[in-house]
């Protein structure tokens, strides 16, 4: 195999299958950074072997079984040669009573491909994404654990994904991983009442990391594709570990319906092309069917739906119109009143105000509008001044709504954002000299 068609291979099945090995790792030495460091051991002997021996038939199962007998033999380093392995066996029995739970070395010795069980698989990359999106953490270092160790990128990879320096990025993984051993996180899924409220992290993070693809906050892109595909990858993956919850189907079926829009959210120039001006033949009708069937399980599990599920709803609300001017509004209004009641807050009043505004009129909305300018969460929030202007100009009050528009320009940090603001700002302009 010529090595860069190797090299390409193992990048990519790396991609595929850190993740597993990752988790399988933490549960054997209980060490997030330890085993992140034996599985890039694994992957620098793939990259050494391959290109000569050629990719294994599960080479997944090869990394893992390469990682684990290196977790032994720095388990053997670590003790004195000439104890007997009972000795060995009884101190880490009393490290495990004190501090955490340590490997059997004679069982890791005796792994092979075999041994590998999708099941605990399974169990252990839930467990992971527990343990990454620990409340502990800080919501950056959070996002940026998970797309370190669940969605396989690079430190590089992840600064350039959210414009911030990489030794930025590489400072927050590390504390991460230093304030989970501290905290001595334990390698479990929880249970009861703690699970409500470590899943709704878990959540958080994977829609953070899809909404900063969908829309990025900074930059010269309105978009970027990788972070949504991340985002949609996680959450498959967490929709298939955990499916009897139903507000991870919810996530799962708002996240593919709001991609399926993706090819005609951006212009051949990497414009921005709003929801009601979109070409809908380019909607990705697969996607649309995926979240469909999503939100479909998460109602099927009965109760009340949670906020995913009900933006989900809302989502194809959208999808289901073939036009924008079918739009059912007044059903969005009334999921709107939902979502509020489930999750209030000023941003999804603001996001009802445009949905009152599209079923009963933009006075009505604006009524909404003037009541958030003085809401402290979003001072500063250039869409409160976005939103206000395309009411003022719908109703004609073009000199005001240039006013908003050149204000919300003024605050947005992506490019693309701005330049569609001050356009909407100039066409104000032009309205107010005809009308």
């Known amino acids: 195999m010529m090595a860069a068609d190797a090299r390409s291979t193992i990048e990519a099945v790396w991609r595929i299958e850190s993740a597993r090995i990752i988790a399988g790792l933490v549960r054997v030495v209980r060490d997030i950074g330890r085993a992140?460091?034996?599985?890039?051991?694994?992957?620098?002997?793939?990259?050494?072997?391959?290109?000569?021996?050629?990719?294994?038939?599960n080479p997944g199962a090869w990394l893992m079984t390469v990682a684990r007998r290196r977790a032994v033999d720095q388990i053997r380093r670590r003790t004195v040669l000439e104890r007997k392995h009972e000795e060995l066996g009884r101190e880490l029995s009393i490290q495990q009573q004190e501090v955490a739970p340590a490997p059997d070395v004679e069982a890791l010795a005796?792994?092979?491909?075999?041994?590998?069980?999708?099941?605990?698989?399974?169990?252990?990359?839930?467990?992971?994404?527990?343990?990454?999106?620990?409340?502990?953490?800080?919501?950056?270092?959070?996002?940026?654990l998970t797309l370190r160790l669940l969605g396989g990128l690079t430190t590089e990879e992840i600064a350039r994904a959210f414009l911030v320096p990489e030794p930025t990025v590489a400072q927050r993984i590390v504390r991460a991983k230093r304030t989970l051993a501290e905290a001595r996180v334990p390698f479990e899924v929880p249970r009861g009442d703690d699970l409500a409220a470590r899943l709704s992290s878990v959540l958080e993070v994977v829609y953070l990391i899809f909404n900063e693809g969908y829309s990025a906050t900074a930059g010269d892109d309105w978009m970027r594709p990788a972070l949504c595909e991340e985002a949609l990858r996680l959450g498959r993956i967490l929709a298939e570990l955990a499916p009897?919850?139903?507000?991870?189907?919810g996530l799962v079926a708002l996240m593919e319906i709001q991609a399926s829009r993706s090819r005609a959210r951006v212009g051949p120039s990497g414009e921005p092309i709003l929801l009601l001006e979109q070409n809908r033949a380019r909607w990705d009708q697969l996607l649309i069917r995926r979240g469909q069937a999503a939100?479909?399980?998460?109602v099927a599990l009965g109760g009340v739906l949670g906020?995913?599920?009900?933006?989900?709803?809302?989502?194809?609300?959208?999808?289901?119109?073939r036009r924008?001017?079918?739009?059912?509004?007044?059903r969005i209004v009334a999921?709107?009143?939902?979502?509020a009641q489930l999750a209030p807050s000023p941003v999804v009043e603001l996001n009802r105000a445009v949905a009152v505004s599209m079923a009963f009129g933009p006075a009505a909305g604006l009524d909404i509008v003037d009541r958030l300018t003085s809401e402290p969460q979003l001072q500063g929030y250039y869409l409160l001044a976005s939103v206000r202007g395309d009411l003022l100009a719908k109703l004609g009050r073009f000199e005001e709504a240039r006013t908003e528009?050149?204000?919300?320009?003024a605050l947005t940090q992506n490019a693309r954002e701005r330049t569609l603001l001050l356009a909407r700002a100039a066409a104000s302009t032009r309205g107010a000299a005809t009308s």
């Open 405 to 409: 528009f050149e204000r919300a320009a």
């Open 295 to 298: 939100l479909a399980r998460a």
């Open 110 to 144: 005796a792994v092979d491909d075999a041994a590998v069980d999708d099941a605990v698989v399974d169990d252990d990359l839930l467990r992971l994404m527990f343990i990454a999106c620990h409340s502990v953490l800080s919501t950056e270092a959070r996002v940026a």
């Open 335 to 339: 999921l709107y009143d939902a979502l």
């Open 324 to 330: 924008a001017e079918e739009t059912d509004w007044p």
């Open 36 to 57: 992140e460091e034996l599985a890039q051991d694994a992957l620098v002997a793939a990259l050494e072997q391959w290109p000569e021996s050629g990719v294994p038939r």
């Open 307 to 321: 906020p995913y599920a009900v933006q989900a709803a809302i989502a194809a609300c959208h999808a289901r119109a």
């Open 244 to 249: 009897h919850e139903s507000e991870v189907h």
